[in-house]
T-cell receptor, first 113, second 114 residues
Framework: GNSVTQMEGPVTLSEEAFLTINCTYTATGYPSLFWYVQYPGEGLQLLLKATKADDKGSNKGFEATYRKETTSFHLEKGSVQVSDSAVYFCALSDGNYGQNFVFGPGTRLSVLP | NAGVTQTPKFRVLKTGQSMTLLCAQDMNHEYMYWYRQDPGMGLRLIHYSVGEGTTAKGEVPDGYNVSRLKKQNFLLGLESAAPSQTSVYFC?????????????FGPGTRLTVL
């Protein structure tokens, strides 16, 4: 079946540091890929998505590129802020199974001033 | 436009008690979902609905029932709560069934079963 693997956290960075959170997936067909963010005490919010190979999703300074050859969708940001502290979830959706969303376990990011 | 709302935000139950969680969305979405979130396990799909009057099982449906009597509401019921159902429950909705459709999430319900 489909699955998503994320790097284990927690990740602790200083403000203005470079961020990478690795995400790899296993899927049949051609899934869409998503990054969701969960701030403390809140539900998940869509951060960015990519729907086909080589697409780059971007939002709020975050970027991720859909790499079919390496089955990866790594999240990056050039300069993190304290307000980026949250849990980040990588997910995929395979339309062949209806709305079959599969989420990774999440990576907790803490950014220190 | 409130998006997706959930009621209640917190609840404590004793083993064997029953309760219903309510999810409401005002975006006219066809698809609605219930997930549970447990530490280190991401989100797991409990049940979902592809339209008013329909429901289907997800990955972890045992011990839960759902109903979608109105398009905007999706109810999750626990008939006889167990400690293993202690979790944070999230409702979500989406417009369509395509793989590109974004899911919109509610703020969550934290349930503790003693």
């Amino acid at each position: 079946g489909n699955s998503v693997t994320q790097m284990e956290g927690p990740v602790t960075l200083s403000e203005e540091a470079f961020l990478t959170i690795n995400c790899t997936y296993t899927a049949t067909g051609y899934p869409s890929l998503f990054w969701y963010v969960q701030y403390p005490g809140e539900g998940l919010q869509l951060l960015l998505k990519a729907t086909k190979a080589d697409d780059k999703g971007s939002n709020k300074g975050f970027e991720a590129t859909y790499r079919k050859e390496t089955t990866s969708f790594h999240l990056e940001k050039g300069s993190v802020q304290v307000s980026d502290s949250a849990v980040y979830f990588c997910a995929l959706s395979d339309g062949n199974y209806g709305q079959n969303f599969v989420f990774g376990p999440g990576t907790r990011l803490s950014v220190l001033p | 436009n409130a998006g997706v709302t959930q009621t209640p935000k917190f609840r404590v139950l004793k083993t064997g008690q029953s309760m219903t969680l309510l999810c409401a969305q005002d975006m006219n979405h066809e698809y609605m979902y219930w997930y549970r979130q447990d530490p280190g396990m991401g989100l797991r799909l409990i049940h979902y609905s592809v339209g008013e009057g329909t429901t289907a099982k997800g990955e972890v449906p045992d011990g839960y029932n759902v109903s979608r009597l109105k398009k905007q509401n999706f109810l999750l019921g626990l008939e006889s709560a167990a400690p293993s159902q202690t979790s944070v429950y999230f409702c979500a909705s989406s417009y369509g069934r395509g793989s590109t459709d974004t899911q919109y999430f509610g703020p969550g319900t934290r349930l503790t079963v003693l």
